[in-house]
């Protein structure tokens, strides 16, 4: 697309957006913080995000409905996350919808063409990422910075190391522009809005679909790294939780970014910051050795993932020791943004 074409659809989503935070303004569709928010005392437009729905459209008219099984798997997780933006829906409603997207986007990039078992396994991992992503976006900028940084690397990837049409080619640029626009109002001290379960579950989406196409075309999972710092948080969290026997559903402040913020009192800014260039700086290395021997691909992994989970460790144990009453869990909803 023509640097005007990229004008032009920038003016575009810049409109739509502006458009949507003014009927979410008026119809109240606003984030009221709970007990596992990282937010007090203000009140910030929900479901901002909704423009990674908006541009993945403009793509999907842009190349003549490309990819009509993602797109509809896209929208149906994002119609349901948009509903629970506005009215929080019990996790059997939202979960079936998500195995229902999951499996529209496998078909799509695999015609199901693997064995029964293997289906089951990459559904379930599909819907793990989604609502880990999801969990993820608790502080102003971190879905924005963090995007930012997958999206363009799967962009640049796709350019520099796979055959022209291995994935849409409008798709990741439209996306990255939704993300540069969505920044804008969500990345600072006080955001005008969050992303909502409608963005960070959309974008979420957008990324795995991007994975597993580069996986399938590279005939490497190596690039399942580019989701290291989310994933790494998001496993261990879990477990912290499991093993001090919360209910793993329920809010909380035991990521370990809240803990930066909440006991370390770094801003919301800087800490979305450092989780996107530790993030930025794996996937440099990972493209460095897309084209490596496996064995050290996997040395690489085994070393980055070692890495990313001490410094989890040692990090969160000297914060907790802060405070212990942090290990106590919330009790709110689990689906608020921030």
């Not at 074409?5 to 913080?33: M, N």
């Not at 009215?87 to 059997?92: D, E, F, I, T």
């Not at 959309?202 to 989310?230: D, E, G, H, W």
């Not at 992994?301 to 990313?308: D, N, T």
Request: charged share 10%; glycine share 8%.
């Amino acid at each position: 697309m023509t640097l005007i074409g990229y004008a032009f659809l920038t003016a575009l989503l810049v409109a739509s957006e502006v458009s949507y935070l003014r009927l979410a303004q008026y119809f109240g569709i606003v984030d009221r913080p709970n007990e596992r928010s990282s937010h007090r005392g203000q009140t910030t437009i929900r479901g901002g995000g909704v423009l990674f729905w908006i541009a993945a459209w403009g793509a999907f008219v842009f190349t003549y409905f490309d990819f009509p099984y993602f797109f509809a798997g896209l929208s149906l997780v994002a119609a349901i996350s948009f509903l629970d933006d506005l009215h929080s829906l019990a996790n059997r409603y939202r979960i079936s919808m998500h195995f229902i997207g999951i499996g529209l986007m496998l078909y799509q990039t695999t015609g199901f063409d693997l064995e029964f078992w293997m289906m089951g396994v990459l559904l379930i991992i599909g819907v793990g990422i989604l609502n880990a992503y999801n969990f993820m976006d608790g502080i102003n900028g971190i879905t924005a910075f963090y995007s930012l940084v997958t999206v363009g690397t799967f962009w640049y990837a796709y350019l520099q190391h796979l055959p022209e049409g291995a994935i849409n080619n409008a798709l990741l640029p439209f996306t990255l522009v939704a993300v540069l626009i969505f920044s804008y109002f969500n990345a600072r001290s006080r955001a005008i809005c969050f992303a909502g379960d409608v963005g960070s579950v959309s974008i979420a989406f957008i990324i795995l679909y991007a994975l597993i196409v580069f996986i399938k075309a590279s005939q490497t999972y190596l690039p399942t790294l580019f989701l290291a710092v989310y994933g790494i948080d998001s496993v261990l969290t879990i477990t912290h939780r499991l093993y001090l026997r919360h209910n793993i559903f329920q809010a909380h402040r035991l990521h370990l970014f809240q803990l930066l913020v909440h006991k370390k009192h770094w801003s919301h800014l800087r800490v979305s910051a450092l989780y996107a260039l530790v993030q930025l700086g794996i996937n440099g290395l990972v493209l460095a050795a897309l084209h490596r021997p496996l064995v050290n691909q996997l040395t690489l992994a085994a070393i980055i993932l070692s890495v990313l989970a001490s410094m989890y460790v040692v990090v969160k144990s000297r914060l907790m020791k802060v405070n212990l009453e942090t290990t106590e869990p919330c009790h709110g909803s689990s689906i608020s943004d921030g």
